[in-house]
């Protein structure tokens, strides 16, 4: 059974949440604070966090950066609001994969979290009795059966929707993907409203594959198209 702690200072939120998320068979917590928040992922096996941005003692955002900090890789959903668009992208720049903004439409809450789980699950699960897949490009190598990545031989950690995006694109090396058919694969989700979520993704993952992730050997950007990836001869 999957736990998801459900994070905001709003009780009538965190019910209206617990509701949506009822049928799904989950166990759920809850924390009014970010201090609190920590502390539940402290105590239990947290896998998925819907954060709050607003709240008293400790915000979400610091909330998100010290779960990071931590090493913490589970998802996290940002809960939002519409004005609160700055604190979004500095939400997803510090280590979140997602927003959800209020008021909350029931049907897409539980689709990204049931979407992000699923992802979560087999990111951290090994794989039995099956060939592994390998896929290399370049120095990059990625086993797509213990879920490792390494480049010129040294390990990388990344997030599940970090493993996705360079899952996806090395699976089709030098074709290019849009933004949009990226959060449609990755995320399972319509990409509306969702505008700087993969090219934050991307930054995190360039910063995380490349040298000079100003000057990208493998995962390269085309402008007003999308990206791909190919290796430092360009093939």
């Known amino acids: 059974m999957s736990c998801v702690l459900i994070v905001d200072d709003d009780s009538d939120i965190v ?16 924390a ?37 900090a931590a090493n913490a890789n589970m998802p996290i959903i940002l809960l939002t609001a519409k004005s609160e668009d700055s604190d979004k992208l500095l939400g997803l720049n510090i280590g979140a994969d997602d927003y959800i903004t209020k008021p909350f439409n029931p049907a897409e809450v539980v689709a990204r979290v049931r979407s992000q789980l699923r992802r979560y ?33 040294a390990p990388v950690s990344l997030t599940p929707m970090e493993y996705g995006i360079l899952k996806m694109l090395m699976e089709h090396p030098g074709k290019v993907f849009s933004s949009e058919e990226i959060y449609r694969e990755v995320w399972k989700g319509d990409p509306i409203a969702n505008d700087g979520v993969v090219a934050v993704h991307i930054r995190h993952l360039r910063e995380k594959i490349e040298i000079t992730p100003s000057e990208p050997r493998y995962l390269k950007v085309v402008w007003g198209q999308g990206y791909k990836m190919e290796d430092s001869n360009g093939r």
């Open 32 to 68: 009014s604070t970010g201090k609190q928040a920590l502390d539940a992922v402290s105590e239990h096996q947290v896998d998925l966090v819907l954060m709050d941005i607003m709240m008293p003692e400790m915000d979400g955002i610091t909330a998100v950066a010290k779960l990071r």
């Open 121 to 153: 699950t087999r990111f951290g699960s090994q794989v039995q009795n099956e060939e592994s897949k390998h896929l290399r490009i370049g120095g990059i190598s990625l086993n797509d059966s213990s879920k490792t990545v390494t480049v010129d031989e």
């Open 15 to 30: 019910e209206a949440l617990k509701i949506y998320l009822s049928s799904e068979g989950l166990e759920l917590l809850s």
